[in-house]
Nanobody, 119 residues
């Protein structure tokens, strides 16, 4: 069992930046960052596999968000730049055994952190 704890959310103005962290209680494999806005389904934003070079992004995140990991610290990150009001959501990190774009492939989930972007 791996426990995940997100941090780094908050309130930021449009155009600003935030860096989310996801601390794991043990070694993780593939990591994903998801988000869920009010009234919307949860969507996958970015994923990173075993290799730090193996990353994928949703179209909404490309060019603005960067996912990374530090295995020495068992921590994954999501650097978010040029944030816009439509990025407002609860952001969750999740861990799975293989890099996947399917939510059901992620076994361990964090509790979420709120990101609010004001216009």
């Amino acid at each position: 069992q791996v426990q995940l704890v997100e941090s780094g959310g908050g309130l930021v103005q449009a155009g600003g930046s935030l860096r989310l962290s996801c601390a794991a209680s043990g070694r993780t494999f593939a990591m994903g960052w998801f988000r869920q806005a009010p009234g919307k389904e949860r969507e996958l934003v970015a994923v990173i596999g075993w290799s730090v070079s193996s990353t994928s992004y949703a179209d909404s995140a490309k060019g603005r968000f960067t996912i990374s990991r530090d295995d020495a610290k068992d921590t994954a990150y999501l650097q978010m730049n040029n944030l816009q009001p439509e990025d407002t959501a609860v952001y969750y990190c999740a861990a799975g055994y293989s890099k996947s774009w399917r939510q059901r492939d992620y076994v361990f989930w964090g509790q979420g952190t709120q990101v609010t972007v004001s216009s």
